[in-house]
Nanobody, 122 residues
Framework: QVMLEESGGGLVQAGGSLTLSCGASGRFYSSFAMGWFRQAPGKSREFVAG????????EYADFAKGRFTISRDNAKNAVYLQMNSLKPEDTALYYC???????????????WGQGTQVTVSS
């Protein structure tokens, strides 16, 4: 069992940067692959980035490549999403997610946080 809580969202101007954090509770956090998803108003939730339990594997959606970086600190039970060169179309509710593999976290995470809002102004 893993419980997730996101933080770090906010309002930022286009071209700016933001780092999201996700704190996890649960004995076996370091055994889980972690990921970030987002959902914009009127759109479906979409995968953003994922990272394996040892951080040796990372995966990104095409729109995130080169701009976003996912990382994790197992000692702190935390996963991060560094977002640079933000665009208005990045505006969405960002969710932290966990699953037993990177493949699973990309497609069907079993655990979700409540989300943190990111708003990018033009």
């Amino acid at each position: 069992q893993v419980m997730l809580e996101e933080s770090g969202g906010g309002l930022v101007q286009a071209g700016g940067s933001l780092t999201l954090s996700c704190g996890a509770s649960g004995r076996f956090y370091s055994s889980f692959a972690m990921g970030w998803f987002r959902q914009a108003p009127g759109k479906s939730r979409e995968f953003v980035a994922g990272i394996g339990e040892s951080a040796g594997i990372t995966e990104y959606a095409d729109f995130a490549k080169g701009r976003f970086t996912i990382s994790r600190d197992n000692a702190k039970n935390a996963v991060y999403l560094q977002m640079n060169s933000l665009k208005p179309e990045d505006t969405a509710l960002y969710y932290c997610a966990a699953a037993y593999s990177v493949g699973a976290v990309m497609t069907s995470p079993g655990y979700w946080g409540q989300g943190t809002q990111v708003t990018v102004s033009s």
